[in-house]
């Protein structure tokens, strides 16, 4: 036993959670832990805001596996995290979060930097405390990790007045980490045998794939699936990464997905659904969705079976083994209909010039090392969740549940502080970009190398197109004002190029590549460039908006 300070007590926690690097900003309330902070064996980064601290986290736990931690002051400081722990929460991304707060007899008396960030965190955390007791903060901060990475993963705030940072308390050196044991519910054995008589009399099947998938680790089995029984895979935004593209997996389906993967989805009469959610992002209309299939679903979190779409066969469990029980019963699945989903496939020439398609195909084709790919929010994003060719290895990381402008920057920033030597690829928007572009100064301050990608088409290119199609063309608000990005970009220190054509970008990329520093090619599109193919809004998931 021995006696500790609140504040030494976290990071003797940290310590004992393997967390060696954690994102943040000090104030007033939180200043004792940066006491601790100054000689502790945890690398602190400094961002250029609390938002982005939240961010960084999280590219940081999606890119490593581990707990994302971050820290904050109380008041203003604590309230800048919600954006970032909302992306985290509907994301299932495990973040910790910790918050300085006001001494506890202050509390309740809208004391100087005050908020109750509890309750305004509580519907975007998975979890969340307030410390009352000093002699219960180890426990707490073990429990709030423990929490975060169990079952369905997210986000947990710990808010720690600041007279439980500065008290004093036995600390007992043999406290271990919590642990919680899993919470799978038991898949009923009846739903497989349902299951398994479907994808017996099924002439259509497809799977559908999401981030869930990942989060089970079940990409393994999920590929030998699809492969033993040649199905086609189609994949939501968050499950694009789960499996190699390759010749069974048609990419993404739902608002911008193929017209391959899209058919698929509305003409499959057996949908294995694995690990998803059923965004309206995925299905559209989802009576429609569900019209004339059998929707068998499969997930590790109760809660999603019949949330967005009625399914037929909902199994509730461990992913993987519900998977393996289906797949020792079946020898083999009946013969498909011939060429139902193959003739589906289109090969759209690429256009002219310097196009978004043409810079995804470019940047991820060929042989190259795995990469971690973090697009941001808007037209980039669905461009890259289209063009990008991901192979064995790759890493995709985007703001799919809330749609965070201004994610990539600072969650590339974690992301590559998780795994320093391996390449990170940024690609953001104009508007995007300068949400959050500061970070680029903190990037270049780490020494923590990475490639981002503007796609410069001078306007808020998603809100225009839906401006375009559906408001007659009023140009409200999504028209942006003139800024030297390259200016920029050099005043951070990082190395900027600026294109307009194929042979300028395929240059700046290649510089990139090999540059020890943070390059920003900053690419010219059109600014009436569109994403195709488009669903029609609340229709069949087949149905494309002419554009």
Known sequence: ?????????????????????????????????????????????????????????????RSSGKVGVCISTSGPGATNLITGLATAYLDSIPVVAITGQVATPLLGRDSFQEIDITGLSMPITKHNFLVHDITELAKTVHRAFAIARSGRPGPVLIDVPRDILTGMTEYNDDTLPHTLPPNYPQSDPSAIQAAIDALLEARRPAILIGGGVKIAKAQSAVRHFAMKHQLP????????????????NLGLTGMHGSQAANKTAAQADVLLAIGTRFSDRTTSNTEMYAMK?????????????????????????????????????????????????????????????????????????????????????GQNQMWAAQYLRLQQGD?????????????????????????????????????????????LLTAVHENLPYTVIILKNNVLGMVRQWQTLFFDKHYSATTLPAFDFAGFVRSCG??????????????????????????????????????????APNQSVDEFVLI
């Open 293 to 377: 299939k059998t929707i068998i679903h499969l997930d590790g979190d109760p809660s999603e079976m019949n949330k967005n779409v009625d399914t037929h066969i909902p199994i509730s469990g461990d992913i993987i083994e519900s998977l393996r029980a289906i797949d020792e019963r079946i020898v083999c699945l009946p013969e498909q209909e011939t060429g139902w989903w193959t003739l589906n496939q289109t090969n759209e020439p690429i256009e002219e010039g310097l196009s978004p398609r043409y810079i995804m195909e470019t940047i991820s084709k060929g042989k190259r090392p795995a990469t971690t790919w973090v697009a941001d929010v």
């Open 494 to 535: 990082a190395t900027a190029h600026e294109v307009k054509t194929r042979e300028e970008f395929a240059a700046a990329f290649d510089a990139a590549r090999t540059s020890r520093t943070v390059n920003v090619i900053i690419a010219d599109i059109d600014s009436d460039e569109k994403v195709k193919p488009m669903t």
């Open 233 to 248: 895979i189609i994949t939501t935004l968050m499950g694009l990464d789960a499996l190699p593209h390759d010749h069974l």
């Open 395 to 439: 890493r995709w990381l985007t703001s799919g549940g809330l749609g965070t402008m201004g994610y990539a920057v600072p969650a590339a920033l974690g992301a590559k502080s998780s795994e320093p030597d391996r390449p990170v690829v940024v690609i953001v928007g104009d508007g995007g970009f300068k949400m959050t572009a500061m970070e």
């Open 1 to 61: 036993m021995s006696q500790l300070t609140g504040s030494q007590i976290i990071l003797a926690c940290l310590i004992k959670e393997q967390v060696s690097t954690v994102f943040g900003y000090p104030g007033g309330a939180i200043m004792p832990l940066y006491d601790a902070l100054y000689n502790a064996p945890i690398h602190h980064i400094l961002t250029v805001h609390e938002q982005n601290a939240a961010h960084a986290a999280d590219g940081y736990a």
